[in-house]
């Protein structure tokens, strides 16, 4: 039998808005099926990235639905105005000629807006796009504070698994708070793609800050080429991260000469990388050399360059006319370039940065690396970056026992600062085999990876791909602005054109770890920013007058001894 209700709101439509705030009617379909356009002469709420509705009425057996199909402002423009020469003429008041001719504050104006349909929102699934475009004479609203704030986001604000970076930029205050999913952000990989002075360190800091809160308590590694997240240390002790269970978040900052990577932890690269330029055939016998080296430590985790050193000599040999061997020309050559290798202080015999001591849940650890050439820092980051993978993927397939200095029983997430550095487009490099590798199968055992960098378009393509999670801010460089045009879902394309216009704070975010693209201002840091351009003319006016009082005193400092009846270029002081 039929149910006598003519309606029903489905489950999976978004809840009724608190109050519905009507802000204009349909016109018809846009440029491609996905759109619609609408005709509005309230200029207040049609801001590019706004929020809006229509309601459908969908058939669900016996029943019908009320769905709410929100979509997003793309584009707007002006087709019924004042005559242009009213507007020429700054001796007339374009509001005494908009009255002699009919117009009212009313009807003066009125706008085209196109909107991109974004789809009704289902808790388990997302957003669904029913596909059913409105008719035209249908009524758009503006969607309203509390429905965005449950269809926006993945997560709410302090829940586990929740990271709160701010609030929707088009809202008022902190009306719209955006969450992020942090499961989906830390396993399916993020980039922050800023120019400088965009606030890409600080927006970092704050997600840092969001991954050691209680609620998620995170194990995070830093790689950290200027020294600017020491300030992440205010953690500790602060009361925002304190929990009633006696949790505190551990913050480790490793300076230059605190980092040490043991030598029989480089692979026959890295040794190539960190040496100065030689022969092919030096290069053939370092080959061999390591490869001997390996088979005679076989089992072992710690050989040194000097046994490097004797496997050289060991390779170099040769056969002279009358069938005797005899030691090569290389082999010393090669022992002078190994020996410069030895006089590193990064790369010793024996001490290691193990992945046990680097990761730990609620704990964040900062490798500076603002003193190391960037060839030793190409080589550090790639050594731990291969390392940190075998630990979790021997510890997922429990190869390693929790004695193991590699055992990892965790999820863990690497935030590395300059990824152009260490992934450069179209230029060799050391991390970016194992970037690769990370970034395309590291969902499976658990190790994200965040990338940071000034220059998108410096970025290898392949690297940028595979980031899910994209914080895209101010961006003015073309080249860069063009490279993000794939890396981004469609949904937020529309809001690229934004990038020129976004100011300090803003930002861009877009992919797994929110609904649907959206544009945030974000919050302020609990923590002090490390990142902060120098104020060069506050310094030298300081500096300047510092320096005036010196020499003032040293000045002053000779006539302490001299008569009051003494005088200084001439004038009696008696």
């Known amino acids: 039998m039929k149910s006598n209700r003519s309606t029903a709101i489905n489950s999976l439509s978004v809840p009724a808005p608190a109050t519905t705030t009507v802000i204009g009617t349909v016109k018809g379909p846009g440029e491609n099926g996905n759109q619609y356009v609408f005709i509005t002469a309230d200029n207040r709420y049609v ?55 009919g ?24 957003f669904m796009n029913p596909r059913k475009t409105p008719n035209p004479g249908a009524k758009v ?83 950290d080429p200027h020294g600017e997240y020491s300030t992440l240390s205010d953690m500790q002790g602060h009361a925002a991260f304190q929990a009633e269970d006696g949790y505190s978040p551990t913050v480790k900052v490793l300076k230059p000469e605190d980092i040490r990577i043991r030598v029989s932890s480089l692979d026959y690269a890295d040794i190539l990388t960190l040496l100065p330029e030689m022969s092919d055939r030096q290069q053939s016998i370092l080959n061999k050399a390591y490869a001997l ?28 006319e009358e ?46 690396m603002n003193e190391i050439s960037q060839e030793e820092q190409q080589v550090i980051c790639a050594a731990v970056l291969r390392q940190s993978t075998q630990a979790r993927m021997n510890t997922q397939k429990e190869l390693i026992t929790p004695d193991d200095e590699n055992f990892l029983p965790y999820p863990v997430f690497i935030l590395l600062e300059e990824a152009h550095r260490f992934a450069p487009a179209h230029e060799p490099s050391r991390c970016k085999a194992v970037l690769r590798t990370i970034l395309s199968e590291g969902r499976k055992f658990g190790l994200g990876m965040g990338l940071i960098t000034q220059r998108p378009g410096k970025l290898d393509s392949d690297v940028l791909s595979q980031c899910m999670s994209q914080f895209i801010m ?7 602005q063009e490279s993000l045009k794939y890396g981004v879902e469609a949904a937020g394309r529309d809001l ?58 040293i000045q002053q400092a000779p006539m302490a001894g001299r008569s009051r009846s003494q005088t200084v270029r001439g004038v009696s002081i008696e």
């Open 474 to 480: 101010r961006i003015v460089n073309p080249v860069d």
């Open 103 to 126: 117009f009212t504050e009313t009807n003066a104006e009125l706008y085209e807006i196109t909107v991109d349909v974004i789809g009704y929102f289902d808790p388990a699934l997302g």
């Open 323 to 368: 069938g005797n061997e005899k030691a090569g020309s290389s082999a010393p050559a090669l022992e002078w370039k190994l020996e410069r290798l030895q006089r590193s202080p990064y790369f010793h015999p024996f001490q290691h940065l193990a992945p046990s001591d680097l990761f730990e849940p609620g704990q964040v650890t900062v490798l500076q």
């Open 293 to 320: 080296v390996k088979k005679h430590r076989r089992g072992e985790y710690r050989w040194d360059v000097q046994d490097l050193i004797s496997a050289v000599y060991e390779a170099d040999r040769q056969t002279d």
């Open 47 to 101: 801001k590019i990235g706004e929020f809006v509705y229509y309601t459908v009425q969908e058939a669900r057996g016996e029943e019908t639905a009320a769905l709410q199909i929100l979509g997003k402002i793309s584009a707007r423009g002006l087709i019924d105005h004042l005559p242009d020469r009213i507007f020429a003429d700054t001796e007339v008041s374009p509001e005494a000629i908009a009255a002699l001719v």
């Open 141 to 223: 609203y503006l969607a309203d504070d509390l429905m965005l704030r449950q269809v926006l986001n993945k997560k709410q604000p302090g829940a586990i698994g929740a990271a709160h970076v701010g609030a929707l930029l088009l809202r008022e205050g902190e009306a719209v708070p955006i969450a992020l999913d942090v499961k989906e952000l830390v396993s399916t990989h993020m980039a922050i793609l800023a120019g400088t002075g965009s606030g890409k360190s600080y927006t970092a800091g704050v997600l840092v800050e969001e991954l050691l809160l209680p609620h998620n308590r995170a194990a995070v590694l830093i790689f």
């Open 496 to 553: 690229l054109k934004e990038l020129p216009a976004l100011t300090k704070g803003q930002v861009i975010i877009a992919g797994a770890c929110v609904n649907t693209p959206v544009l945030c201002k974000v919050r302020k840091r609990l923590t002090q920013h490390g990142g902060e351009t120098l104020n060069a003319p506050d310094m030298w006016q300081r500096y300047f007058q510092s320096h005036r009082v010196q020499e003032r005193q």
